[in-house]
């Protein structure tokens, strides 16, 4: 046993961490599970910029300005450093709440609602609060048993709640939410720029080309040419509409949830709360604001009776670490859901069977 | 500084947890993270309610300050913005900073206040900003405590304080 200590290497937070994130390089990068897209994105955004540098630069660089190369590398590193900071970085993702603080608001909400007689649905639990006037509602989140503060949710996909939750790009391979958002704007807007640039200059070169040797001969040339512009072509109408998009959002402060939930829009007449109601103001903040760290201490160590006893899994929680809280109520292990409650939204689709899991509390 | 720490392990070992409070999140001002200064019932007879108002109000305070955006933070951002976020990797935030100073500052309020009265705070922080957790302690030498429920005393470790699990 003791040799099993000496040996085994320090177990980290970021390996029992419960939601569907991916962690590579010892916890410093979080990114989704499903990451096809992600290397999607990479691969056309580095084969259509090597193109450009190979061909396209070298032509225009003597005919008309070695400046040309030269922007269009720093737009590229920019772009790229911008991918990878949104797709790397925790987007804000509150971490769920212990045992003990889980049983503390059941019995708020039970003390609040009253008990629940076993077998019946309890009621929503949603808890309101005013904000500049308007009141706003906060939703009990059943996966991660904490009341959600305003603006957050809860993304399927990641399985955990994310702090001013804008949406899940699977195209960053990441969720956009509070943390990364900038980055997220800054990419697709550097990468809007990147496309109208090659796509500009691939323009610019076919035709000083074609005055020399032809049209077709170009294409002969190079036929990398037409293989990005078409790429360039179609970036273009997705890139820079989303770019637009995100633009009136950011001056309007809203996120994109919001936004298609209409919650500041339409017939209530509730207006946004956050907005300061200044487009510069509203920019600055979310572009320029403060940037809170990660509260998920993902290269946190974990004590060594807690990382020698149990084979890790992603799925389990740090809860074992606390002692007996004193009198757990309705008290559900992490990650399983209520069996008699359904609140579509909000719970994760369901599960294929997990392996047994050890909790040190368990008292259904 | 070690002595104190290691009244504040003393402690721990020498009590039992009885009950644990968590004071929530005031979300009147928007999203920016304050904690609400209602006075829970638990603490009635454990320590003065003003001492505990102003141990609240002076986080929110921190909090604030951390989160304040203004002519310094606008400054920040554009900079770390004109390096593509590398200077990142070299220098803290503000709001890191800030974070530290928060954690010192719980430190000495459990060492200077707190402990002495059998309570123990958690730097919010470590509870992803959510909750300030206070442990309640009954002292095992104490007859007729109302800790019916507790047991384990020695594995209260996870109430962290602070201490420099970061």
């Known amino acids: 046993m003791s040799v099993m200590v000496v040996r085994k ?24 599970r499903q990451k096809g897209i992600f290397y999607l994105t990479l691969f056309l955004i580095l084969g259509t910029c090597t193109l450009f540098f190979a061909f396209e630069c070298r ?3 003597v005919q008309l300005s070695p400046a040309i190369p030269v922007f269009a590398a720093m737009l590229f590193l920019f772009s790229m450093a911008t991918l990878l900071r949104t797709s790397f970085s925790d987007p804000g993702v509150i971490p769920r709440a212990l045992p003990d603080e889980a049983a503390f608001i059941e019995m708020e909400i039970e003390a609040t609602n009253g008990a629940v007689p076993q077998g019946q649905r309890p009621p929503p639990r949603i808890k309101n609060f005013q904000i500049n006037n308007q009141i706003v509602k906060l939703k009990y989140c059943y996966t991660c048993k904490i009341f959600r503060p305003p603006r957050a949710s809860h993304c399927s996909i990641c399985d955990n709640c994310v702090e001013r939750f804008d949406h899940h790009c699977p195209w960053v391979g990441n969720c956009v939410g509070k943390r990364n958002y900038r980055y997220f704007y800054l990419f697709i807007l550097s990468l809007s720029l990147l496309t109208i640039y090659v796509f500009a200059f691939n323009i610019v070169y076919v035709a000083l080309k074609s ?7 170009t294409l002969k040339e190079t ?36 936004d298609i939930k209409g919650s500041w829009t339409g017939k209530n007449r509730v207006q946004n709360p956050y907005s300061h109601g200044n487009i510069v103001k509203n920019c600055c903040e979310v572009l320029c604001g403060p940037l809170p760290p990660s509260v998920l201490d993902r290269r946190g160590i974990l004590p060594l009776e807690e990382s020698g006893s149990r084979p890790p899994s992603t799925q389990e929680t740090s809860s074992s670490l606390l002692p007996q809280s004193p009198a757990p109520t309705e008290h ?29 509390e368990a008292e259904k | ?83 593509a976020y590398f200077i990142f990797l070299c220098m803290e935030t503000h709001y890191e900073k800030v974070l530290k100073k928060i954690s010192r500052y719980i430190q000495e309020q459990n060492e200077k206040i707190f402990a002495p009265r059998g309570l123990l705070l958690t730097d919010p922080v470590e509870r992803g900003m959510r909750v300030i ?3 309640i302690y009954e002292d095992r030498c104490s007859s007729g405590s109302s800790s019916s429920g507790s047991s384990s005393g020695s594995g209260s470790s996870g109430g962290g304080g602070g201490a420099g699990a970061r």
């Open chain 2, 133 to 135: 957790e206070i442990s």
């Open chain 2, 1 to 83: 500084m070690a002595t104190e720490v290691h009244n504040l392990q003393e402690l721990r070992r020498s009590a039992s947890l009885a009950t644990k409070v968590f004071i929530q999140r005031d979300y009147s001002d928007g999203t920016i993270c304050q904690f609400q200064t209602k006075f829970p019932p638990e603490l009635d007879s454990r320590i003065e309610r003003q001492l505990f108002e102003e141990t609240v109000k002076t986080l929110n305070s921190f909090y604030a300050e951390a989160e304040k955006i203004g002519g310094s933070s606008y400054l920040e951002g554009c900079l770390a913005c004109a390096t």
């Open chain 1, 59 to 61: 032509y225009l660089a």
């Open chain 1, 223 to 258: 036929p990398g040419t037409v293989l990005e512009v078409l790429i360039c072509f179609f970036t273009l109408w997705s890139v820079v509409g989303l770019t637009g998009f995100h633009t009136f959002l950011v001056a309007l402060n809203q996120t994109t949830n919001e």
């Open chain 1, 9 to 32: 290497k320090v177990t980290r937070k970021w390996e029992k961490l419960p939601g569907r994130n991916t962690f590579c390089c010892d916890g410093r990068v979080m990114m989704a």
């Open chain 1, 211 to 217: 005055l020399k040797i032809g049209f077709l001969e």
């Open chain 1, 332 to 360: 559900l292990s992490p990650n399983e859901m209520p069996e008699d409650t359904s609140t579509p939204e909000e719970m994760p689709p369901p599960e294929p069977p997990e392996p047994p899991q050890e909790v040190t």
